[in-house]
């Protein structure tokens, strides 16, 4: 699948050309991903969804907290899809919580926090949604988990994949289309974080429409 790749360099758009929050002002540097280019990329992947999937009754499940808005906006244009298209989804949703990190370390320990029991999904077709892709390893433990079930079909979708040496090679089967070198890194100047999307992040939900970067601190 095509996708946006933000190179390592990428300098961004200035924030006095977005509306954003006042009380984030002083703590972001620059708008990486503006709210219209999200959302016109999740329009077009819920074309994508509705294409491939369309016609199966799909199980979507929700990774809280960070997919919540990518989740209820992409849920929303395969609605908008499903009232003018021949070609609909039925869909059922569902929310679970991956737990595999404290603070920002990986403890490589996975629990399913939340929704039903996977053993509910035996013969289902079911697609995940989630925010981020890191390294893989955390999709690729639940992956493995719904195997377990025997699921009629299992697709994942995500916002971002991270581009990090760590990965382990897993990616999407449906990418939002934007991929980004790293979640965290380390600069010159301090630590950057990117943020946005109403992320949650291990202090704060960001209630924030662009993706940005935050100031070095």
Known sequence: MAYIQIPDDEKGYKLDLFCVPKHYEEDLDQVIIPHGLIMDRTERLAR?????????HIVVLCVLKGGYTFFADLLDYI??????????????????????????QSTNIVKVIG?????????????????????????????????????????????????????????????HGTQVRVFFTHTTSGLRCQIGFWWDMPWTTTSTSEISVTSAY
């Open 48 to 56: 994508d969804i509705v294409r491939d999937m369309g016609g199966h």
């Open 79 to 104: 609605k908008a899809l499903n009232q003018n298209s021949d070609k609909s989804v039925p869909l059922t949703v569902d929310f679970i919580r991956l737990k595999s990190y404290c603070n920002d």
């Open 115 to 175: 929704g039903d029991e996977l053993s509910t999904l035996t013969g289902k077709n079911v697609l995940i949604v989630e925010d981020i892709v890191e390294t893989g390893r955390t999709m690729e433990t639940l992956l493995s988990l719904l195997s377990e079930c025997n699921p009629k079909m299992v697709k994942v979708v995500s916002l971002l994949v991270k581009r990090t040496p760590r990965s382990s090679g897993y990616r999407p089967d449906c990418q």
